[in-house]
């Protein structure tokens, strides 16, 4: 690598490209293994210190990794770190190289730990009732940054003495489809099973509705689990709470879902926000049925976690059962749960829109 190129981070690249990297500077490819398990499987950060490295990785490592040097690893700050009161889950603010910041969620759960990390800094989805989207966009995360949030879960997790992350969802800040490139590039690396290797199956990743990426999921045979954010059934409605859903009306949206359920076997999970008056009504849920049908869609509700800046509030327990029942009466299995550590900000976007206030 020439030394004009900027330097790049160790966690943007899956197993081939490291391995294209060692092979470059003369080292052999069999040493690539022995890297990738430190940096994936152990999320180590200490690479420039490993005695088990043998001894044309440690001076690739050493020549290579060093301030000024070609790579670098991501190794993001937490500038918050938050518990529920549950005790369950944890809420990170992690500050990258620079200075932006994306919020991370870590649920421990004995035996089956899931992370929700972000895919952007910010977000251009302008959805009304998130805070991510009221604040914009600021960038893309690159595969290492996504990467980065899921290893430092793993160290926290293996600090707490507790088994690996087996979930991943992609739901904090940002829209995963809208990094369509990155986000794949990251999870190839997390669902490497000689590393991270968290199933494909117990990966969901969460769209607000971008098309053309469903569809390349769909041609892409993709083996994530897929949740689409749909709030409402009409696109007068949908437009409200989600400004961007003008660019992709709602039956090519709903047809995008069915390419997909169809190309890939798998069926769809519907998000959808409970929000008191505005989405909640027996007609609201008999919409949503008649939108989905010929869809294999799972329903999750979700009532509204407030935020400062939308004055909307959650549906009460009984009117989202009411809601739950008509769609379970028209074939729709759903589940109707609370966004976990409510107490500490776990709706997206809320923790690093409180600490800037
Ligand atoms: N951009 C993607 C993924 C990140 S948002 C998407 O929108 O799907 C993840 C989920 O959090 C989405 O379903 C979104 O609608 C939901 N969400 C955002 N703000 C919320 C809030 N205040 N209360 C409840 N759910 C919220
Ligand atoms: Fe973006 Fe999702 Fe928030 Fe909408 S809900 S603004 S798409 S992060």
Not at 65 to 92: C, E
Not at 122 to 144: E, I, Q, S, V, Y
Not at 155 to 184: S, T
Request: hydrophobic share 40%; net charge positive; charged share 20%.
């Amino acid at each position: 690598m020439s030394a004009t190129n900027s330097p790049r981070s160790l966690h943007d690249l899956p197993f081939p490209a490291l391995e294209e990297a060692l092979t470059r500077a003369d080292v052999r490819p069999i040493h690539t293994r022995a890297l990738w398990r430190a940096l994936h499987r152990e999320a180590a950060l200490d690479l420039q210190t490993r005695a088990d490295f043998l001894p044309p990785l440690r001076r690739w490592v050493e020549a290579h990794t060093a301030p000024g040097g070609p790579f670098f690893l991501d190794t993001p700050q937490a500038v918050a770190d938050l518990r529920s009161t549950d005790g369950h889950t944890r809420k990170f603010l992690l500050r990258l190289r620079d200075g932006q910041t994306v919020e991370t969620v870590l649920m421990a759960y004995p035996g089956r730990s899931t992370a929700c990390v972000s895919t952007q800094a910010g977000c251009a989805m302008g959805c009304t009732f998130c805070a991510t989207g009221k604040a914009g966009f600021t960038r893309h995360l690159r595969p290492g940054e996504i990467v980065a949030q899921v290893l430092h879960c793993q160290r926290i997790l293996r600090d707490e003495g507790k088994p690996g992350l087996r979930n991943l969802v992609l739901m904090g800040m940002g829209e995963p489809l809208h990094n369509y490139d990155a986000v794949m590039t990251a999870l190839e690396i997390l669902t490497d099973r000689r590393g991270t290797n968290i199933g494909p199956a117990h990966v969901t990743l969460s769209t607000v509705g971008v098309i053309p990426g469903i569809l390349r999921l769909a041609r892409e045979n993709s083996p994530y689990a897929l949740a689409l954010s749909l709030h409402a059934a009409t696109d007068a409605e949908r437009r409200v709470l989600i400004p961007a859903s003008r660019r992709w009306p709602l039956a090519d949206l709903l047809g995008a879902c069915r390419t997909y359920c169809h190309a890939t076997g798998r069926r769809i999970f519907i998000e959808w926000t409970l929000i008191a008056g505005v989405n909640d009504t027996p007609s609201h849920a008999r919409q949503l049925a008649a939108a989905l049908e010929g869809i294999a869609a799972h329903v999750n509700l979700i009532p509204l976690n407030p935020t400062a800046a939308y004055a909307g509030a959650p549906t009460a327990s009984a009117p989202a059962q009411a809601f739950k029942g008509i769609l379970q009466a028209a074939g729709f299995p759903s589940t109707l749960r609370q966004r976990r550590g409510i107490d500490i900000a776990a709706g997206c976007g809320q923790l690093r829109g409180a600490l800037q206030e």
